[in-house]
């Protein structure tokens, strides 16, 4: 299979949760770190904060600190991400004290397995 995920917490129930990676969130998380190193950690951040229905929020302390970077970095990731659309509808406050809110497209990020069929790699046969 080639897709992509990665474990976080569901806060429901407690129980690690999968997060599945399209092929067009790598590709644009990418572009976003030419534009930002940081972005791809912030963004793996945030994808450990995201719900069901796609929305994230989190405080920009928070991501600060598990991405070991400054606040002013996790703007600029912010918007780097912002601007290659892997998350949009954006609320943030300037203070370090405040919440991130946005959005991320479950088409491209989600927790559960997507519907569309997965590429599978063809099984190794046993040398003759």
Known sequence: MTQ????????????PAAVFFSHLFIDRLTEASNKAPYSVSVMLRLASHIQSDGTVTVSQAKVAAQCNITLKKVVKAIASLTEVGLI????????????????????????????????QLPTPRPAD
């Open 4 to 15: 992509q995920h990665e474990l976080s917490n569901d806060s429901n129930s407690g129980e």
């Open 88 to 119: 949009s509808s954006v609320e943030m406050g300037s203070g370090p004290d405040s919440i991130i809110t946005c959005w991320v497209s479950t088409e491209l990020i989600r927790l559960d397995a997507p519907d569309s069929p997965c590429i």
